[in-house]
């Protein structure tokens, strides 16, 4: 299953002064803001700190030369650099690239969406901490990410953490809020269970391999359908 290069996907976070603002800071406030005033906190503080207990659980399952879509401040793919192991984010904030390259990580500034380096040759693919939101469509997304995977390769998926439904398939538009305001347009984003990302997944052209759970974030590997390791 293949999907058009031309899926848009939003420069909000590339343009928003406050995301690049908290970058900076190295934390928040950052909120994802919803028209009924609803906000989803963002974890910054985490994002530009090392790798904690659970993101240590996704470096262990990564194997071979890693893309980190959607890689922030550059964690995951510093963290493989300093062990020796190939990997490269992307990112589409300016901010975001600066900071992992800083930190010794190779990152570019590029949309998922665009031509990007080695596609169907990545032995692993990162979509962690919220990033199966990026273009608020999912199918869009995984089918994107399948022509960049190996045939034998694996794409780990964070779902929406414990307490929120296994089938919870949200699609909403959103704009950033740095806890004064709001800014910026809206942009869709989407958060989905593990089951419900199982479900875009195998229409995509995945097959879920193994899932886990550490300090209330869940995590699913995938592989490209038909390779022949299935759930574990």
């Given at each position: 299953?293949?999907?058009?290069?031309?899926?848009?996907e939003t420069?909000?976070?590339?343009?928003?002064?406050?995301?690049?603002?908290?970058?900076?800071?190295?934390?928040?406030p950052l909120f994802?803001?919803r028209?009924d005033?609803?906000?989803l906190?963002?974890?910054v503080e985490r994002?530009?700190?090392g790798?904690?207990?659970?993101?240590r659980?996704?470096?262990a399952?990564c194997?071979?030369a890693?893309?980190?879509?959607?890689?922030g401040?550059?964690?995951?793919?510093?963290?493989?650099?300093?062990?020796?192991?190939?990997?490269?984010?992307?990112?589409?904030?300016t901010e975001?690239?600066?900071?992992?390259r800083a930190?010794?990580?190779?990152a570019?500034l590029?949309?998922?969406?665009e031509p990007?380096?080695?596609?169907?040759?990545?032995?692993?693919a990162?979509?962690?901490?919220?990033?199966?939101?990026?273009?608020?469509?999912p199918?869009a997304?995984?089918?994107r990410?399948?022509?960049l995977?190996?045939?034998?390769?694996?794409?780990?998926?964070?779902?929406?953490?414990?307490?929120?439904?296994?089938?919870?398939?949200e699609r909403t538009p959103?704009r950033?809020?740095d806890?004064?305001?709001?800014?910026?347009?809206a942009?869709p984003?989407?958060?989905?269970g593990?089951?419900?990302?199982?479900?875009?997944?195998?229409?995509?052209?995945w097959?879920?391999?193994?899932?886990?759970?550490?300090?209330?974030?869940?995590?699913?590997?995938?592989?490209?359908?038909?390779?022949?390791?299935?759930?574990r």
């Amino acid at each position: 299953m293949t999907v058009s290069l031309t899926v848009p996907e939003t420069r909000a976070w590339s343009t928003a002064d406050p995301y690049a603002t908290a970058l900076r800071a190295g934390h928040g406030p950052l909120f994802l803001h919803r028209a009924d005033g609803w906000l989803l906190p963002l974890d910054v503080e985490r994002w530009c700190a090392g790798p904690d207990d659970a993101d240590r659980t996704v470096l262990a399952a990564c194997r071979g030369a890693t893309l980190d879509i959607g890689c922030g401040p550059g964690r995951m793919v510093t963290a493989l650099a300093e062990g020796s192991r190939p990997a490269l984010g992307i990112d589409v904030s300016t901010e975001a690239v600066r900071r992992t390259r800083a930190a010794g990580g190779a990152a570019l500034l590029r949309s998922v969406f665009e031509p990007l380096p080695q596609e169907g040759h990545w032995r692993t693919a990162l979509l962690i901490d919220g990033n199966i939101g990026i273009g608020g469509d999912p199918g869009a997304l995984l089918s994107r990410v399948r022509q960049l995977v190996h045939s034998h390769g694996t794409l780990i998926v964070e779902a929406a953490p414990v307490g929120l439904a296994d089938d919870l398939d949200e699609r909403t538009p959103v704009r950033l809020h740095d806890g004064t305001g709001a800014h910026g347009a809206a942009f869709p984003w989407t958060r989905v269970g593990p089951t419900a990302l199982i479900r875009h997944a195998t229409a995509a052209g995945w097959a879920p391999a193994t899932a886990w759970s550490r300090d209330d974030r869940r995590f699913v590997a995938l592989r490209p359908h038909g390779d022949g390791r299935g759930l574990r």
